[in-house]
């Protein structure tokens, strides 16, 4: 009985190409019908997309594609073949093609230009049934021309793709796309990102227009959320409080900025100025839009405290005087310090000069130096000093009539000598003072007398020193002057045994 041949021809359902590297396995089922059957063998389609199966008996046969050569699908699984018992040798052929998987290709570029393609987006690809596209959990990223190519993809089926991170600097597509993969071509899909936007802050003079470093703003959304490093919103990249300082240009500049509302709240002026205005409103529009605020600041002003002679206008130098704010807060110094409880003292032109005030302050008078007296009634003066302003208090002390008496040590630059006793006298003989005119040098080396009667010839001698030094005996007279501060001076030579 003449035995018989099964052929397999593989082609390509698009091109119709012979495909090679096709695996087919052939069962007999016995008779005509029949269920399992027995493997007789598999066959791998050669380079001309052919596999031949010989010396088989008549009967049914079930031939079953079990591997698409790579890069295929299988359209037609199994074919069930009846050799008839003709006598006669039966040649049977049987033709099988595969479909060419599909391929997907992403782009991912930028919303405002188009031909700026980004990078490191990434993406979600799932079948439309839910499972995975690829080994990486569905996950793929951009490569440096912007594209994703996805191959081996099953000819028919629906791919949904998804974006689930942005590139740096753009805002996240929330819209999926959906296409369906077709036989041995590319389908595509592009996604468009938009922009973040930007913010520069710029801190100016009000009246120079020159950029001020060292300004401390809290930049927040609308909704109060502070913005952090890179614009970023969240508690693991904010800033100290969402503050950032203006740097020595007078500028901040934050990048990566969702399009909406923000404010900016000046929290710390430059040093020397003052806010003119505490917060300011902005929007970042959409498509990378870049906002540039100019926030102006107010140099503060000036107090200026000139004391002077009031019968001969010269200037006091070392008068004391304490400055607060009219609430009672210290005011303090030029260089932004607090003074000693808001105590300054007159310089050798009889002045204090405070920068960087503003605002109500009231200046007293608590000491002054020895031959004038404070009168109670203008010992303080309150006086407004706005931005950019300078304001000048003068305020005056009489001269009483006074004597002081001065000791130093000779062969010296005015060292003092403290503890010398003085007998102070009248022309008369008749003691000037209690004590029966005996004083006693301070620290200063100075004994300061008041009230002495103007016209009044004065007597001074000194009656004791300190040990060491030897005792300068030679009596001084001098002639009371009124409204004057008068001296004289005595010296002591050390002792030399």
């Not at 006086?383 to 004597?403: K, M, S, W």
Request: proline share 5%; net charge negative; aromatic share 6%.
């Amino acid at each position: 009985m003449p035995l018989n041949a099964i052929i397999v021809e593989k082609y390509d359902s698009v091109t119709g190409e012979a495909l090679p590297g096709c695996t087919f396995q052939l069962k007999y089922l016995g008779g005509t019908s029949g269920t399992g059957g027995t493997s007789i063998g598999e066959k791998v389609t050669g380079k001309n997309g052919t596999a031949i199966w010989t010396g088989l008996k008549p009967g049914a046969y079930v031939l079953e594609e079990v591997d698409p050569a790579d890069g295929y699908s299988i359209i037609q699984s199994s074919e069930t073949i009846l050799l008839a018992d003709s006598g006669e040798q039966s040649v049977v052929t049987v033709r099988f093609t595969n479909s060419p998987d599909g391929m997907l290709l992403i782009r991912k570029v930028c919303s405002v230009n188009p031909s700026v393609t980004l990078q490191d987006a990434e993406f979600k690809v799932l079948y439309a049934d839910g499972s995975v596209v690829g080994d990486s959990n569905g996950i793929f990223r951009t490569d440096e021309n912007g594209e994703i190519r996805i191959t081996g993809l099953k000819p028919g089926k629906s791919v949904v793709v998804t974006e689930t991170r942005a590139p740096a600097g753009f805002i996240l597509g929330t819209q999926s796309q959906t296409v369906q993969v077709k036989e041995g071509k590319t389908v595509s899909l592009t996604f468009k990102n938009q922009p973040k936007g930007a913010l520069i802050i710029q801190k100016r003079d009000s009246a120079t227009n020159k950029p001020l470093p060292g300004a401390e703003f809290r930049v927040t959304t609308a909704a109060g959320c502070e913005v952090g490093l890179d614009g970023v919103i969240g508690s693991s990249t904010l800033t100290q409080n969402g503050i950032f300082t203006t740097d020595s240009q007078g500028e901040i500049r934050l990048s990566n900025l969702a399009p909406g509302a923000y404010v900016i709240s000046e929290v710390k002026a430059p040093a020397g100025y003052v806010m003119d205005s505490p917060s300011t409103n902005v929007v970042i529009g959409a498509n990378g839009d870049t906002q540039t605020v100019i926030i102006k600041n107010s140099k503060a002003g000036t107090l200026v405290i000139d004391k002077r002679d009031s019968v001969t206008n010269k200037p006091l130098a070392g008068v004391t005087f304490k400055v607060t704010t009219a609430t009672g807060e210290f005011v303090p110094d030029a260089n932004g310090q607090i003074s000693s409880n808001g105590l300054y003292m007159t310089d050798r032109d009889g002045k204090i000069t405070i920068n960087g005030v503003v605002g109500a302050l009231v200046v007293t008078e608590v000491k002054t130096i020895p031959g004038y007296t404070i009168d109670p009634a203008e010992k303080t003066q309150t006086v407004v000093v706005n931005p950019n302003d300078v304001q000048t208090l003068h305020f005056y002390n009489t001269p009483g009539t006074t004597l002081i008496i001065k000791k130093f040590i000779e062969g010296t630059e005015n060292e003092p000598l403290f503890g010398v006793a003085f007998k102070v006298v009248d022309g008369s003989g008749a003691a000037v003072g209690p004590d029966d005119g005996v004083y006693y040098t301070d620290k200063a080396g100075e004994i300061v007398l008041n009230g002495i009667e103007p016209g009044t010839t004065v007597k001074v001698r000194e009656i004791k020193t300190v040990e060491g030094f030897v005792l300068d005996g030679t009596p001084q007279d001098i002639l009371i002057k009124g409204g004057e501060v008068q001296s004289l001076t005595f010296w002591n030579a050390r002792f030399v045994p």
